[in-house]
């Protein structure tokens, strides 16, 4: 086995934290030396970026950690137990721990894998250079396949080995590559773009969901327009969102985002690089298997019946904002390529008003039927037009007024 060790050592809390510690024990007490941490907890260290979550890689087999982490009394579950993940949980805190693998068998969608010592094994399954960074419990760094350290550094995302070799393994590294320059890359190799250009069309062969999932955490990130151009560039938004209208939007997006303080929203992101029509949009929600929820905004934000908000009087903003509600009045201003502060702050300040009556008080009126959601529709309208205005009495009287 190569032991590349550096002259690096990491110094962060998340380190020495008590959960940390107690979950490194459990491990070390079934075999000394057994469990480093990997990926992003070291990558993020030694960027200088924060770590959400501390994934350890061991030479234990399955099986032994759960049997190790069962002895400690720490709580075990099998999320992955047949790809060798098992995920502790100490104070509400979960640790992914996974067995050392390599690959046995792929097929550009999942792998096959066998069990191994061999840290060097492990970290040549993995996708780039910057994620194959190992670091013992007292902080000591390794970088088996080399490069690792310099990358992260210097904000470099690079396949491990042949990039076209990774990416047949696994097509969803395509997408995995412009997600990480979005978050990490000062700027796009020149080789991994070109293999991820030539090897597009095996995106056909992942499950979209796992796209969608993908494209969403690529959107996330603070400024992802010069990933995504170069996803548009390199043939790659064709492939998994064919109805986009390049980015463009997108940076107008990023402007409006910094002008209004908008935290980054990767839906309203998915928005900026759409048209708003009703087909895109439906096309959009069946090629990506959105959610009820996240297809539901996208319908509403792209409503014919919507009205622009940016330039609107109060009166007819509070009306608009009750008929479509918040949601969709803040994607429709965020998206205009204007000065919407003051619009969001009227948006956030507005509650809206209980309609003063319902059913029970059609039903009392001699209303019946499909008659009730008629009329209760008619008066509201009403109200609503008076800028809510007219009180419960005036009310009843226009919904008795509706039998005739």
Known sequence: MIRRKLLTTLNADWLTA?????????????????????????????MARPVDDIDIATQLRPEETLAALERAKIRAIPTGIDHGTVTAVVDHQPFEITSLRRDVETDGRRAVVAFTDDWTEDAQRRDFRLNALYAAPDGEVFDPVGGGVDDALA???????????????????????????????AGIDA????????????????????????LKKLLAAEMPRRAVEAMGETGVLDAVLPEHRGADGLHDLELTEQLTGVQPDPM???MALLPRSALAV???GQALRLSNEEAGRLTMWAADNLPEPVGMKSRELRATLYWHGKQAVVDRAMLAGADVRDLLAAVRAWRRPEFPINGDDALAAGLKGKDIGEALSRVARVWVDSDFDLERPALLDLLVQQQD
């Open 268 to 270: 309203l992101r998915l």
């Open 18 to 46: 008590a959960p940390t510690r107690r979950v490194i024990e459990a491990l070390h007490g079934a075999r000394p030396d057994a469990a480093r941490f990997v990926g992003g907890c070291v990558r993020n260290t030694i």
């Open 155 to 185: 904000g470099r995302v690079i396949f491990i080995g042949d990039a076209d070799e990774r990416l047949r393994e696994d097509y969803l590294r395509i997408l995995r590559f412009f997600r990480f320059n979005a978050w990490y890359g």
């Open 282 to 284: 439906q096309q959009t």
């Open 191 to 214: 080789d991994g773009r070109a293999a991820c250009e030539r090897q597009r069309s095996g995106l056909a062969k992942i499950a979209r969901e796992r796209i969608w999932k993908e």
